[in-house]
């Protein structure tokens, strides 16, 4: 019995000691497959670096579904895949109002999980014995500040539905800033609570003399038009923010012009002497139609004093008519003799 305690004791230190030095490259992997599980049911990686793996078409093409800059080979089993998949998916309701910043959430995930560059920002910090192996307890995350400050800003005013209820309250615990969020994240949950199974200690700078590099993603923002957010989820968009008020217009811009003492515009002047025009091309035409009524005969007059002198009519009834008919044409205005002769 001894003997195999000893023999155990010595496999486990053979293994830590091949995990302390462990390989940090391109196409190089932290922790590769599930070696156990934890009393809730959370699968736990294997703490040992391999070489990344190209996947067939078909988990290649999950994998794209879900994380679009990852291509090539990976460094997760299909099932690892599956454990991401199911655990982001609940963030997906608190986040999905906002494209921009759910896609940054996933890919701090996707990029966690499957990168085939993994080695060069993960490092097993910590293993624990489960089921008789060993599994990754503790991993450091390299990652810069500015896609962690980019993952923040785009997710900050998020809504969660119609609670009207910043989502980061829900999965962020309420963070201010990214540093905060970032140690929500990385809390080893509770059997049975939500949450990453292993602590992850996130780092914004790698060790010296050491070829690793921080995972420094671009991030989407809010504003992108690509993946656009509602103004209520990005109140900071451009296409949010009202435009600026014109300025008010100057006096001394109009046209206008000084009259001795008085200052005069040019819409006045104008519409003064349009009124001008008007009236004198009214008055002219009074007075054109009152001096053609005096210079020439009343044609209507001549014809009937021809048509009483025809039928023999005596000179005193001509007059009275012509008298008559005069007197008529006496009481009408300029106006009226003008539209009588018109009419004739």
């Known amino acids: ?13 053979s293994s830590l000691n ?17 070696c156990g599980q934890r009393t809730d049911g959370k699968v736990l990686n294997c703490p040992y670096g391999s070489l990344s793996v190209k996947p067939d078409d078909l988990f290649s093409a999950k994998i794209q579904s879900l994380c679009p800059t990852i291509t090539g080979n990976v460094c997760c089993t299909e099932t690892q895949f599956d454990t991401l998949r199911s655990q982001v998916q609940q963030a ?4 999905v109002g906002c494209p921009a ?9 996707c990029e966690l999980s499957c990168s085939p560059n993994q080695s060069l920002f993960i490092n097993v910090t910590s293993v624990a014995e489960v089921g008789g192996n060993l599994t990754v307890d503790g991993i ?22 119609t609670m009207n209820t910043r989502a980061i309250n829900f999965v962020g615990g309420g963070a201010q800033n990214f540093r905060e969020w970032f140690a929500f994240i990385g809390q080893k949950a509770p059997p049975g609570f939500p949450g990453s199974p292993y602590a992850i200690n996130f780092k914004s700078s790698s060790p010296e003399l ?3 590099a921080p995972m420094n993603l671009s991030t989407y923002s809010c504003g992108d038009t690509s993946l656009g957010c509602s103004c209520g989820d990005c109140p900071s968009s451009p296409a949010c923010s009202s435009p600026e008020p014109l300025p008010p217009p100057h006096e001394e811009d109009s046209c206008s012009f000084r009259l001795g003492p008085l200052k005069v515009r040019c819409i006045e002047l104008s519409m003064a002497l349009l009124y001008i025009l008007l009236v004198s091309s009214f008055f002219g035409w009074a007075t054109f139609s009152r001096t053609r ?16 002198e025809g039928d023999g009519i005596n000179s005193e009834l001509k007059e009275s008519t012509l008298g008559v008919k005069g007197k008529r044409h006496a009481h009408l205005s300029p106006v009226q003799r003008y539209m009588a002769t018109f009419y004739k």
Request: glycine content about 4%; some cysteine; overall charge negative.
């Open 92 to 95: 997906v309701p608190f986040l």
């Open 101 to 109: 910043c759910l896609r940054n959430f996933l890919n701090l995930f």
């Open 18 to 34: 091949s995990h302390s030095a462990p390989i940090h490259s391109n196409d190089y992997c932290a922790m590769y497959d599930i």
């Open 293 to 308: 009524d005096i210079t020439q005969p009343d044609g209507s007059s001549e014809s009937l004093v021809r048509l009483l």
């Open 140 to 161: 450091d995350y390299h990652i810069t500040d500015m896609f962690g400050e980019g993952l923040y800003e785009s997710c900050k005013e998020v809504k969660f539905g």
């Open 210 to 212: 050491s070829a690793m």
């Open 1 to 13: 019995m001894n003997q195999v305690m000893i023999s155990f004791s010595v496999l486990v230190s």
